[in-house]
């Protein structure tokens, strides 16, 4: 026996990986054990192809995300993505612009040095960051992706002191990852909302970070090659039932690196929203035929971060 064990236990975490698999008793507020994500929907145009899919493949899709930030949009296409996700009754959850990967730091070129990519480099990038949450937000954004331990606590100030929306959600980015239950303890005290988690976890680890959290986690079923290029369609069932709440993730193997996006990549960032929503369908079958009393949430549950934008 570890002398930690006590350690652990006092703190709320459990003392080993769960080997034994239990099922989640945590549940998204509607009771559901998992919703659908599609990733990197790069503006109006792809989250309209994501639609339009959606409903060829008869997919729910619950949330959309995008990657090449907010500072990247105009408010005409922040507004219309708004728009089309108010109408859906999805979630719209936009990245943060800033970040240390596009400035003028050279660390983040090196070998070594690109796990900064994501984060805030000083103060002035902080401040560039919270103005770009609070553009999206003045526009009725009630979602973001943020991948800087200083900014997710900075965020969560915000919120408390009335200066952004009480009911914003902060997603942590992929690129700021949970991969044990204390990184969990931690992303969760600093005003996570939802949390993207490592995405080669195995089962038993997965087990053992749902321990001690009600959280919804994030999990790339198919991840990008960037990030592993892992498959896990067959192992979907186990993880919902270990992990649930889950926001089941499609990202797209095989596919190109478009970020930062625009108008110069769009058919291309289309063409990967589509075939994301049938890789959708594909995880969602695997889920009905091996595991159907797992539920999934209906369109426009009350707990998504739903834009709040009207016209």
């Known amino acids: 026996m570890s002398e930690f064990e006590t350690l652990f236990t006092r703190l709320g975490l459990p003392t080993g990986d769960r080997y034994d698999l239990p099922a989640s008793a945590a549940r998204f507020p ?58 859906e009754g999805m979630e719209v ?29 000083g103060m002035d990038q902080l401040r560039y960051a919270l103005e770009d949450i609070r553009r999206g937000c003045d526009l009725g954004l009630r979602g973001v992706l943020v991948a800087d331990l200083g900014l997710l606590w900075l965020v969560d100030e915000a919120r408390r002191s009335g200066q952004l929306p009480a009911n914003l959600v902060v997603k ?80 797209l193997r095989n596919s190109p690196d478009i ?10 960032a289309i063409a990967l929203s589509v075939e994301r929503v049938r890789r959708a369908r594909l995880a969602l079958d695997t889920l009905q035929r091996y595991a159907s009393e797992l539920q999934m949430s209906a369109v426009g549950a009350a707990d998504l971060a739903v834009p709040e934008i009207s016209g």
């Open 172 to 251: 942590t980015s992929v690129q700021l990852p949970a991969a044990n239950p204390a990184a969990v303890h931690v992303l969760e005290r600093l005003g996570a909302g939802t949390l993207n988690l490592a995405v080669d976890l195995t089962l038993p680890q997965l087990a053992a970070v749902r321990s001690g959290t009600s959280l919804p986690f994030d999990l790339y079923i198919e991840a990008p090659d960037g990030f592993g290029g892992f498959i896990r369609y067959y192992e979907l069932p186990e993880i919902v039932r270990v992990a649930a709440p889950v926001y089941v993730k499609l990202g």
């Open 259 to 268: 970020y930062p996006c625009g108008t110069h990549l769009e058919p291309t």
């Open 93 to 121: 959850s936009l990245f943060v612009g800033p970040r240390a990967a596009w400035d003028i730091g050279g660390q983040v070129a090196s070998p070594a040095g690109r796990v900064l990519a994501c984060s805030q480099r």
């Open 30 to 87: 509607d009771g559901a054990h998992y919703r659908v994500e599609i990733p990197s929907t790069e503006g109006p145009r792809a989250l309209r192809a994501v639609v339009e899919a959606a409903k060829q493949y008869r997919v729910t899709v619950h949330r959309v995300s995008q990657g090449s930030g907010i500072m990247l949009l105009t408010d005409d296409e922040i507004h219309e993505m708004l728009r089309i996700g108010r109408g």
